[in-house]
């Protein structure tokens, strides 16, 4: 034998709410998803890396950005600009092999 359930009844005051509290809970909505997007941090296609930089070229580094008025990130980026796409493959090899030197 199957029972079947019987329709719950909303209570009166759930039923009979005006058109405007309707509007102002779907605006609650429409605002705190409005915040939340607010404080998400933008995507500008970078994620966070962590490298492992022996103490000598985080010096290098400090120096460069010292003289160049530049971050350290921007001197990593041009370096590796530089490294990827205008240096010959003996030149990279050559670097390749001095960089356990330091």
Known sequence: MVKLKSPVA???????????ALQTDS????????IRQ????????TQPTN????????????EEALATGQNKTTILKAALLAYCTSM?????N?????????
């Open 27 to 34: 605006a609650k909505g429409s605002t705190a998803r409005f």
């Open 88 to 92: 010959d493959q003996n030149e990279k």
């Open 51 to 62: 490298f492992r930089l022996p103490a000598v070229i985080i010096e290098m580094l400090d």
């Open 94 to 102: 050559r670097w390749l092999l001095e960089a356990p030197k330091h």
């Open 10 to 20: 909303r209570p009166a005051t759930v039923q009979s709410q005006p058109a405007e």
């Open 38 to 45: 607010g404080d998400s941090r933008p995507s500008k296609g």
